[in-house]
DNA sequence: ACCTGCACACTTGTTAGACAATATTCAGGA
DNA sequence: TCCTGAATATTGTCTAACAAGTGTGCAGGT
């Protein structure tokens, strides 16, 4: 009795509580700084607050929620401070997957592809791009085959979507551009031109980096978090 | 009125199981693929289920608990291949930390101090090297300022310390040649050669992760993982 | 007008007990 | 021997409740 290629999916009702919330707060139904009162959900849900309390703590350990002692938990604010730190992070978690896949010349099918649909976007559909974009990068981290590199990328990643939603209007996304620098970046690891690479990403991520913040500063977000950059790349 | 520099630590008593165990798993206590039963603890801790039940619950989101649905939940039994993916992970982060810090020569002092306690340490005495050692790492991590970073590392570090506590007899650490590697890193960021550092940091995390890979497999231990190793390195 | 202190409502932390659903174990039969 | 099925153990979830903490608003005093 062989198992089929799909695996079974057994998925608790925590499981199932949180994976929704996830999806609300990335397609901005769940803006940032939203209270979500354990009782209140508990009604909505239908489920008991037991219930929804544990899901609320795995999306806190995910960072994608923030609460203190004995205060109700809310969506995470990303200020400046923290997308600085998200995208310098990715920029060093990637920029090293990159040496190490130019050693090998290995470039990921998925990640052509991926690039691939960002290509036949029309300049005009920002919002589509997100998609195929987060898909590119993860594309890359899974090629070097390690759990633990994916999953970190993968939180990173799930932070950035937080944030997306708040500018998702905003055309603040050059398809065009962004499959150029993607293509140019493939080339390069075919090449075997690591620090080239790693080069090319570090601007793109920190382009990037730089319209997200100044999008999000300019409907004037919480400016709690200290404004002291990282390190300044030279 | 200015607040103390040492924060108030409010925790709840989750936090303070969670932390128990995570010591008892360190040190040893808590041997690999030990169950850990809801009611059995919670009467052992004189709490009620769903507190011990959210204490493993935290410990399985980091890693070192393993558990299915329905299934109770047991100490990570971390395979060959886990110890694998680990130090290459360790050493993915760490050495695009060390490229970064060579380019502004940034030699951490708690590096230099945590080194100096390692060269200070005698040959006969392995266990007393995990704790400076692991400092040392941390420190180059903290250096950056990336909250994010840190905490990768630091749940990556607390997998290793989980590998650490069945290999802890074993004399396979020798603190004089790991002085040695650990300063010529130094030396090598002051003088802002990143490749070179992030290479031998390559070596040093390579060959500490032979040595564990193989301490682990002289016990027998759970080859149930896929022996594949990761990407190579020329 | 401003600050202090207190009572109140609201929310979370924790407990107790219970039932359902699933895993595991072990005994019995083909 | 191997498979089947019941009994036990363990977890998932619920209900109800109390304790403890936070924030708010109001009264009172300076």
Redesign the pocket.
């Known amino acids: 009795m062989t198992p089929s290629s799909i695996p079974v999916t057994?998925t608790?009702?925590?499981d199932a509580i949180a994976a929704d919330l996830r999806t609300r707060m990335f397609s901005g139904e769940l803006t940032a700084d939203m209270p979500?009162?354990?009782?209140d959900m508990a009604t909505a849900y239908n489920?008991?607050?037991?219930?929804v309390?544990?899901a609320i703590e795995r999306l806190v350990a995910e960072g994608l929620l923030v609460?203190g002692?004995?205060?109700?938990?809310r969506v995470a604010a990303l200020g400046p401070a923290a997308v600085s730190d998200i995208y310098h992070s990715r920029a060093y978690l990637e920029s090293e997957i990159l040496r190490r896949l130019a050693l090998m010349r290995l470039v990921p099918a998925e990640a052509v592809a991926a690039n691939a649909e960002i290509g036949r976007l029309s300049e005009g559909t920002p919002t589509d791009l997100i998609e195929p974009d987060i898909r590119f990068h993860l594309s890359l981290i899974d090629a070097v085959g390690s759990d633990r590199m994916s999953k970190m990328y993968r939180s990173l990643m799930s932070e950035v979507r937080l944030c997306m939603n708040r500018v998702q209007s905003l055309g603040l996304l050059a398809p065009g551009l962004i499959h150029a620098e993607h293509e140019q970046i493939l080339r390069l690891i075919a090449a075997g031109k690591g620090d080239a690479a790693a080069a090319l990403l570090d601007d793109h991520l920190g382009r990037a980096r730089e319209r997200l913040i100044k999008a999000l500063g300019g409907e004037a977000g919480p400016q709690a978090d200290a404004p002291t950059d990282l390190l300044a790349r030279p």
Not at 36 to 39: G, H, P, Q
């Open positions: 057994a608790s009702i925590v979500l009162t354990e009782t489920v008991a607050r037991p219930t309390k544990a609460r002692l004995h205060k109700t938990a």
